[in-house]
C-alpha cells in the first residue's frame, strides 16, 4: 500500500514547538501542508520558529503560552482556532531537565519539571479537548525512556514522564470513544538538540561511549523523531491509540544509560 502522507487542510498545533525536536515535528508537518501553530514561553523564539516554518508553508500561526499557565494554554488554543479551526493533530511536547541528585535536588526543582512535563501536558490536552477534531484527532504526547528506565540524576524527569505515559493510556481509553487517537513517542538520545546537549554531551568522550551503546551505532536525528510523529498522526496508524512508541535506535533506552551517570557524576 502507497503511504501518502498529505496533511492538507489539517490543523497541527505543537506545544514546545519553537525549537529543538518539537520544531522539526511542526517542520514535517509544514512541509506536507499542514496549517500549524507552534506555542512556546518566549516571545523571540516562537517570532524565529514562525519564521522559519513559513519557508515551508504560508499557513503558520505562533502562540505565547507557559504550559504550566492552564489559562494561557486555553488562550493559546483560542487563537490557534480562530486561525484554522478544529485541530487534528496535537503535539505535547514542551519539558523541562537538569541533571541532579535526588538528594541535593530542592523541592522547588522537582516541583519545575513535575509542572512542565507532567502538569503541562495535561493542561495541553484538557483545554484542547473540546477542539479535536471528532472523529480523526491524534495527539500526540513526547515522553523520554527515563520514564521506564530508572537513572540517576533524574528523579524528577523520570517521574514526570512516567505520568506522561500513563496519562496517554488513560486518556486512550476516555477519548478513544469520541474517535480521538493518543500517544506517545519516546526518542532516545537525538543529536544536535538541548536534551543531548543537557544530558548526554558534557563530554567527547561520554559522548563517544554514549553512541557506541546504541544498537544502531548511531544518535537519532530530529527527522527520526518527525518521520514517527507523521506516521502517528496518518489515517495509517488509524488502529494505533494508547501506545507509547519508542524511537531509539533498538535498546538505546537501556545502553544510553552508564553515559547519563556519567554525566550526572561530572555535572552534579
Ligand atoms: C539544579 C536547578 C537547575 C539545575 C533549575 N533548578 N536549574 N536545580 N540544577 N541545573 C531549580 C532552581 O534552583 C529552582 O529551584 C527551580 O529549579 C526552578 O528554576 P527556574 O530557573 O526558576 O525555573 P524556570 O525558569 O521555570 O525554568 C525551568 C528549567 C529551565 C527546567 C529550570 O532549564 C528550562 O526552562 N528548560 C527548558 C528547556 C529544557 O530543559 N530542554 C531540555 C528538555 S530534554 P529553587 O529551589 O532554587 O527555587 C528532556 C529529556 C531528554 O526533557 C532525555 C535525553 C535522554
Ligand atoms: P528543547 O529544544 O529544549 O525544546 C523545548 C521546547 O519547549 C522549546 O520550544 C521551549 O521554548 C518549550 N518550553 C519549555 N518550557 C516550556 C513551558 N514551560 N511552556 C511552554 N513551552 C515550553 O528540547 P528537546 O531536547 O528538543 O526536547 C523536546 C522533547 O523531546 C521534550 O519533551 C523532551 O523531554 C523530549 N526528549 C528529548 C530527547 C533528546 O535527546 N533531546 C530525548 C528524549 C525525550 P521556550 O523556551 O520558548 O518556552
Same mark, same amino acid.
Given at each position: 500500500m502507497e503511504i501518502a502522507l498529505s496533511f492538507k487542510d489539517r490543523h497541527v498545533v505543537v506545544f514546545g514547538g519553537t525549537s529543538g525536536i518539537n520544531l522539526g515535528i511542526a517542520q514535517a508537518f509544514a512541509r506536507q501542508d499542514a496549517a500549524v501553530t507552534v506555542v512556546s514561553r518566549k516571545e523571540a523564539n516562537v517570532a524565529a520558529a514562525v519564521a522559519l516554518l513559513r519557508e515551508s508553508s504560508t499557513r503558520i500561526h505562533g502562540a505565547m503560552a507557559d504550559v504550566r499557565d492552564f489559562e494561557a494554554v486555553g488562550q493559546a488554543i483560542v487563537s490557534a482556532c480562530a486561525q484554522?479551526?478544529?485541530?487534528d493533530v496535537l503535539v505535547s511536547g514542551a519539558a523541562g531537565n537538569f541533571l541532579q541528585a535526588a538528594s541535593r535536588m530542592s523541592p522547588n526543582g522537582f516541583k519545575t519539571v513535575i509542572d512542565i512535563d507532567l502538569v503541562g501536558t495535561f493542561n495541553v490536552m484538557r483545554q484542547a479537548y473540546g477542539q479535536l477534531r471528532r472523529p480523526g484527532a491524534s495527539v500526540i504526547n513526547i515522553t523520554a525512556p527515563q520514564a521506564v528506565v530508572a537513572m540517576r540524576y533524574q528523579a524528577h524527569a523520570s517521574a514526570a514522564k512516567a505520568g506522561i505515559d500513563q496519562l496517554t493510556r488513560a486518556l486512550a481509553l476516555e477519548w478513544g470513544e469520541e474517535g480521538i487517537r493518543i500517544n506517545a513517542i519516546s526518542p532516545g538520545?537525538?543529536?544536535?538538540t538541548e536534551g543531548f546537549r543537557r &544530558? &548526554? %554531551? %558534557?563530554?567527547p568522550a561520554q559522548e563517544t561511549s554514549a553512541r557506541e551503546h546504541v544498537p544502531l551505532k548511531r544518535f537519532g536525528t530530529i527527522e527520526d523523531i518527525a518521520n514517527l510523529a507523521l506516521f502517528l498522526a496518518s489515517?495509517? %496508524?488509524?488502529?494505533?491509540?494508547?501506545a507509547v512508541i519508542p524511537c531509539d535506535g533498538g535498546g538505546a533506552t537501556e545502553s544510553v544509560k552508564p553515559a547519563l551517570e556519567a554525566a550526572g557524576r561530572l555535572l552534579a
Open positions: 484554522f479551526g478544529p485541530i538520545p537525538i543529536e544536535g &544530558l &548526554l %554531551a %558534557a563530554t489515517e495509517h %496508524a488509524g488502529y494505533i491509540s494508547g
